[in-house]
């Protein structure tokens, strides 16, 4: 290995170090699309009437930062995705090229990071030729992670919807349990020729 090609202890430690900065950021998204939430409102909605006002339920300082801040922090999401992508990468090619040596697999489970397993919630309804149909998600599948929401923090269905509001046209990675299988599916909510943005039903267990 040459002097300069970081060891495998170091790269490892960094791709932590980013799956950590990944959670930071998807519970931040969490609390300021609960604020979006409390006002009614989603990434897109209007914050004033048809005569140009303000509505007066909406705080609309807040909800502009809100959205603001959640555009920033998605595209900082999709930018860590990548370099975790690529350290993992680098991690298992460093480990190829140290011979004699054992190799643990990068368990990102550890260091207070879980892997969820638990179900909260079902498919049950997929419209043909829908976002969710072209993600190959199927009715029965049982929801274990939908973008950063699971079953320790999952409290409504509203949740859903609310990762869902902020993701138009964004990636989200979705974790089924379909039987005895676990499997990841990545869906883009957006418009289509029917109504909301997935084309599926989800109900809480």
Known sequence: MKDDQPD???IRDHVLQLV???ENIENEIKE???ILTQNGVGMNDPLVDNEGYPINSIDVYQVRHARHRIICLQNDHKA???QIENGLHGYYTASSSQSGMDTQPLDTSQRNIVIH??????????SQGSPADYAGILVNDEVIEFGSVNSTNFKTITDIATVVQHSEGNQINIKLKRGERF????LIPKKWS??????CNIVAL
């Open 183 to 186: 499997l990841t599916v990545t």
């Open 8 to 10: 495998q202890g170091t």
């Open 32 to 34: 300021l699309t609960g």
């Open 117 to 126: 397993k638990d179900p909260f919630a079902k498919v049950t309804i997929v």
């Open 194 to 199: 029917g109504r909301g943005l997935l084309g």
């Open 20 to 22: 950590k900065q990944k």
């Open 80 to 82: 860590l995705m990548k």
